[in-house]
């Protein structure tokens, strides 16, 4: 896949995510086609559960680009204050449609100067770079700075640091490091034995399910793709542009 297929992919996946977050589909299906049912048919709620899935590609896509973006930049600056303006752009919309703050972008851009942190790190003395860089995700981590925390920046070093790995061995780190990232959410399972349906679901969809998103970075293949003018910007406009209208459409919805 070139880079530009995995972004579209990438971009499909989230607006699906934000989609049924506003119109749930099992909620909309059932209003359009069952309006009469005195309570959710079951069959909905599996295909709610089953599309869930869905939303949880684009995260790891959109880390694997910022790994991708750096070793491929030719100015890091414009990289680093393009991601900079549109984050800060995304985050009235971001609040208006999730009700907190730190949009996913100011995640990519804390992700992006924490490569560049550990490069100069390594170039003044060998090692130092990893643990500067080890210091910045456990304090994003601990004190909560951005969307997915310190293990979303532990994942954008990951992609960046195996790139040349074969995918079995990549295959395999992955399917250790994602379930440990929810290390908190798998203890507080056990811990409170909240071993039922809904929370077995909470946890195969943060645990497992981003894992598809990373499996389609391995079908990578290095090249950019399609362009066209503007295309960079593309993906930058859309993100803060389409959460300001569903946004909107959930607060009219809402009647606020």
């Known amino acids: 896949m070139s880079f530009f297929a995995l972004k579209t992919v990438a971009l499909l996946s989230m607006l699906w995510d934000h989609l049924t977050y506003v119109w749930p589909l099992a909620m909309t299906v059932e209003t359009l086609f069952f309006p009469d ?16 899935y869905i939303g949880r590609i684009a995260a790891p896509i959109f880390l694997f680009s910022i790994a991708n973006g750096y ?6 600056k414009k990289y680093a204050l393009r991601l900079l303006v549109f984050a800060c752009l995304a985050e009235y919309p971001y609040y208006l449609l999730f009700g907190f703050h730190s949009n996913i972008m100011f995640t990519l851009l804390l992700g992006l100067l924490t490569l560049r942190l550990m490069d100069w790190g390594n170039g003044k003395r060998t090692g130092l770079g990893y643990v500067l860089a080890t210091g910045v995700v456990i304090a994003a981590e601990y004190l909560a700075l951005t969307e997915g925390g310190g293990r979303y920046i532990l994942f954008i070093l990951v992609f960046y640091l195996a790139e040349h790995w074969p995918v079995r061995k990549k295959a395999l780190l992955w399917l250790f490091l994602m379930p440990l990232s929810r290390y908190r959410l798998i203890w507080m399972i056990f811990s409170e034995q909240l071993f039922t349906y809904r929370w077995f679901h909470m946890l195969c969809i943060n645990a497992l399910g981003p894992l598809l998103g990373v499996a389609f ?13 503007g295309d960079k910007y593309l993906w930058y406009v859309f993100y803060p542009a389409h959460l300001l ?3 909107l459409a959930q607060q009219a919805l809402l009647g606020v």
């Open 217 to 229: 970075t391995f079908f990578y293949n290095g090249k950019k793709g399609r362009s066209f003018p």
């Open 71 to 76: 070793r491929h930049t030719r100015n890091f």
């Open 245 to 247: 209208l569903l946004g």
């Open 37 to 52: 049912a005195a309570e959710t048919v079951p069959a909905l709620m599996v295909l709610q559960r089953a599309t869930d």
